[in-house]
């Protein structure tokens, strides 16, 4: 089953790399160009009979790898 | 107004990094670990009087420094 993993700064840490894209934005000519964020999106496909064990199972992988809590946050759906 | 600018890998194209991501979960004792695909989400906040206005400077951006529409797809939405 396909599960879909969102994971983003928490609010208040600062983004090197938005903040990057957001200047380069600038200097190709798109004026107030506000904050930048930037997030990862990490699409599985686990083996889970439910739609919940999908989810528990993607939660899981967050914890262990995809997210560093310290920082990030993270949300998992799943898809279809 | 804030906008997203989803940026993904076109189907077909070799994904190295979601491969070591899968990998490293498989080590970390997630068994069969199907395909795994990793994209972008970049959250600006652009000067825009209408949705419609913001999301064609999301495009705007994504055409011209965001996605590399080479490899990748995008897809911009507004946000609230």
Redesign the interface.
């Known amino acids: 089953m396909k599960v879909r993993v969102?994971v983003?700064l928490k609010e208040g840490v600062l983004d090197p790399q938005?903040k990057a894209?957001g200047h380069?934005?600038e200097n190709?000519g798109?004026?107030?160009?506000?904050?930048?964020?930037?997030?990862?999106?990490?699409?599985?496909?686990?083996?889970a009979a439910t739609a919940q064990e999908a989810v528990e199972?993607g939660e899981?992988?967050a914890r262990?790898?995809?997210a560093n809590e310290v920082i990030e946050d993270f949300r998992v759906e799943a898809a279809s």
């Open positions: 969102f983003s938005g894209v380069a934005l190709l798109f004026r107030d160009v506000g904050e930048v964020r930037i997030s990862r999106v990490v699409d599985l496909d686990v083996p199972k899981a992988m262990a790898l995809l």
